[in-house]
């Protein structure tokens, strides 16, 4: 067994045990407790509270943080972390003037990813995806979900969440797995959107399950990828392996994907840019949580989600990165938490509750990860020396960790 003690000037988002997201006015609150104490055994959080309270500071390692801030790591619920290459040359042209849906239509965009995906090894592909995802460790992420999706053929889909699946073993942080082999029509299917589909149903999805390398079925429903009749077809056939829809709905158009989401009991409704009352109203009464991408919105210029309005209907709201090549090529929970406050204006509470313990629930993450409670995971941010949580998402672009651990270790 082994102990570590750390003297904190505030220890942020401790939480009771059995909270597993917070809604509406709840997410105004980020319970916090000034000149605390924080005991670690082992992975977990084993005690803490008021240094005033605190009865003996005997540990193996004692930290002296007292000028500093400690707090559940990031949990980022949506991201394509794993995939080959990068998109810089769409990048550039879409600053001399073509738009995404353009890019798409040309055949670049996700086709372009899977191009790029096809001709790379899964060594190769591993290697490129573990520098990325222990860049955003470094940030102060602890828990991620990964997607497939840039495959799109059943060796390529296979290849992406075993690779996936090698993340989870070799690395410490907590990881989950979507299959996303819904993310666009491959060329080889072109004007047969159907044969695609029926591909994932009866092909993919039996070896996914033999080899049980997904927990989450996902699908790209927008208009010129898959509709609503594709999007029921594909959550149906997912459910029948076990995997809970977690969705990307509501990007570009607004046309019944979240109700429908909502009817499939969907974990997650990601991106929600374009928003109405009927999808708002949707939400109420459900246990889906709607995740809004600032960095995504931010890099494409797209309006961003109206994360105001759903709170302010009594809903939760998580955060997220959509680590992408083509839409967002950033994995900095930070810029996300300071961009969700700048552009979408929740308050800095509201956003670091989004991004920790709502980012956990959009994972089934929340009994163990996303806030200080004895017995969860010692997942946790050291900060600099800085004034105030606040001071976090004022200072964009400004790196305030110091350390991050996970599971009861510091990360190098
Ligand atoms: O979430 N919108 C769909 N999928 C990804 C990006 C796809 C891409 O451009 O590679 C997203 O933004
Ligand atoms: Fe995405």
Redesign the pocket.
């Known amino acids: 067994m082994t102990t570590l003690f750390i003297h904190i000037k505030q220890l942020i988002q401790v939480r009771e045990k059995g909270l597993l997201k917070v809604s509406g006015k709840d997410m105004k609150t980020l319970p916090f407790i000034e000149n605390a104490y924080l005991l670690i055994e082992n992975d977990s959080i084993k005690d803490f509270g008021p240094m005033a309270d605190c009865r003996s500071t005997k540990a193996d390692t004692i930290i002296d943080a007292t000028g500093k801030i400690v707090m559940p790591t990031w949990c980022d619920s949506h991201t ?1 972390v794993v995939y080959a290459g990068n ?1 810089v040359q769409e990048f550039v042209d879409r600053i001399n003037g073509l738009s ?1 849906e353009e890019i798409a239509n040309r055949g670049g ?2 086709l372009n ?1 899977a191009e790029q995906l096809q001709n790379t090894t899964e060594d190769d592909l591993y290697k490129q995806s573990l520098a990325r995802v222990k860049q955003l460790m470094a940030l102060g992420t602890g828990a991620i979900e990964i997607k497939s ?2 495959g799109l053929t059943v060796n390529a889909e296979l290849k992406m969440l075993r690779v996936i699946k090698r993340l989870k073993t070799d690395l410490k942080i907590a990881i989950k797995a979507t299959f996303l082999g819904a ?1 666009a029509v491959p060329k080889h299917f072109k004007d047969n959107k159907q044969g695609y589909l029926n591909e994932i149903a009866t092909k993919m999805l039996p070896k996914i399950k033999d080899e049980q390398l997904a927990d989450y079925i996902d699908i ?1 429903c ?1 208009k010129g990828y898959f509709d609503l009749d594709d999007t029921d077809f594909i959550l149906t056939e997912g459910k029948k392996y076990g995997l809970t829809p977690k969705i ?1 709905v509501n ?1 570009f158009n607004a046309f019944g994907g979240v109700a429908l989401a909502v009817k499939h009991k969907a974990l997650s409704v990601d ?1 929600l840019e374009e928003l109405n009352e009927n999808d708002i109203e949707a939400l109420k009464n459900s246990n889906t949580m709607p995740v809004a ?1 600032p960095s ?1 919105s931010y890099f494409l210029s797209i309006p961003y989600t109206p994360g105001r309005a759903l709170i302010d209907a009594g809903l939760p709201l998580a955060l997220a990165t ?1 680590f ?5 090529p950033s994995g900095n929970m930070n810029f996300v938490v300071s961009t969700a406050c700048i552009k979408m204006k929740l308050t800095p509470e509201e956003a670091i509750n989004a991004a920790t313990l709502n980012g956990a629930y959009a994972m089934d993450y929340s009994n163990d990860l996303g806030s200080i409670t004895i017995g969860k995971k010692a997942n946790i941010i050291l900060t600099k020396a800085i004034p105030s949580f606040h001071y976090l998402p004022y200072a964009f672009g400004e790196n305030c960790i110091d350390k991050v651990m996970i599971n009861g270790e510091f990360i190098s």
């Open positions: 394509h998109r995404y965009g996700i990813s999706g840039y993310h790209f927008e990307h990007q991106h991408l995504c959509d992408n090549p083509g839409s967002t």
